[in-house]
Nanobody
Framework: QVQLVESGGGLVQPGGSLRLSCVASGNIAGTNPMAWYRQAPGKQRELVAGITSGGRTVYADSVKDRFTISRDNAENTVYLQMNSLKPEDTAVYYC?????????????WGQGTQVTVSS
């Protein structure tokens, strides 16, 4: 089993920044693709950003040039640096271990961290 624990969410004003962290622990074999998804009230969960085992990154169009995903393999941690935040970025953000753009039954998910962008 693998456990994912997110942190770093909170309330921020429009234009502000937050950095989310996701620490993986448990039975982890090698370097795995990781991703951040988010779900706003009344909406489906959507991919925000992902990073492959080799370090390639992918971003949703809505966050390109504002968000940056990175990883520290030695610490089994993935980060999401979020800049120039907008009210529409408000959502629960989830960390996922598994294929970046595909959701499978074998994925591991964290419990989520709330991000609220409001003045």
């Amino acid at each position: 089993q693998v456990q994912l624990v997110e942190s770093g969410g909170g309330l921020v004003q429009p234009g502000g920044s937050l950095r989310l962290s996701c620490v993986a622990s448990g039975n982890i074999a090698g370097t795995n693709p990781m991703a951040w998804y988010r779900q706003a009230p009344g909406k489906q969960r959507e991919l925000v950003a992902g990073i492959t085992s080799g370090g390639r990154t992918v971003y949703a169009d809505s966050v390109k040039d504002r968000f940056t995903i990175s990883r520290d393999n030695a610490e089994n941690t993935v980060y999401l640096q979020m800049n120039s935040l907008k009210p529409e970025d408000t959502a629960v953000y989830y960390c996922k271990m598994g294929p970046v753009v595909e959701v499978t039954s074998l994925d591991y998910w964290g419990q989520g961290t709330q991000v609220t962008v409001s003045s």
